[in-house]
Nanobody, 121 residues
Framework: QVQLVESGGGLVQAGGSLRLSCAASGSIFSINDMGWYRQAPGKQRELVAS???????NYADFVKGRFTISRDNAKNTVYLQMNSLKPEDTAVYYC???????????????WGQGTQVTVSS
């Protein structure tokens, strides 16, 4: 079984910073793409940023220049450094990963439980 556990969310004032972490654990053989999504109340879940195993990154336009995604393959962990936060960044942030497990030996998609980020004005 595989688990993705996020941490690092919280309450911050506009202009502040937060760093989210997501650690994958379980019967993991390899992790391919990892990413962060977010969902605000009444809105659909949307991609924030993604990163390949090799380190290539992709960002939503609304976070370019403010957020940075990175990963540590040895620790099966992905990070999201969020700077210059705005009230509209308030949402539940979810970790996502494509993982090949030692159980099925095929790539399957997994989600974390989410972590709340609230930015006050």
């Amino acid at each position: 079984q595989v688990q993705l556990v996020e941490s690092g969310g919280g309450l911050v004032q506009a202009g502040g910073s937060l760093r989210l972490s997501c650690a994958a654990s379980g019967s993991i053989f390899s992790i391919n793409d990892m990413g962060w999504y977010r969902q605000a109340p009444g809105k659909q879940r949307e991609l924030v940023a993604s990163i390949t195993r090799g380190g290539s990154t992709n960002y939503a336009d609304f976070v370019k220049g403010r957020f940075t995604i990175s990963r540590d393959n040895a620790k099966n962990t992905v990070y999201l450094q969020m700077n210059s936060l705005k009230p509209e960044d308030t949402a539940v942030y979810y970790c996502n990963a494509d993982i090949i497990t030692r159980t099925t030996w095929r790539s399957e998609n997994y989600w974390g439980q989410g972590t709340q980020v609230t930015v006050s004005s």
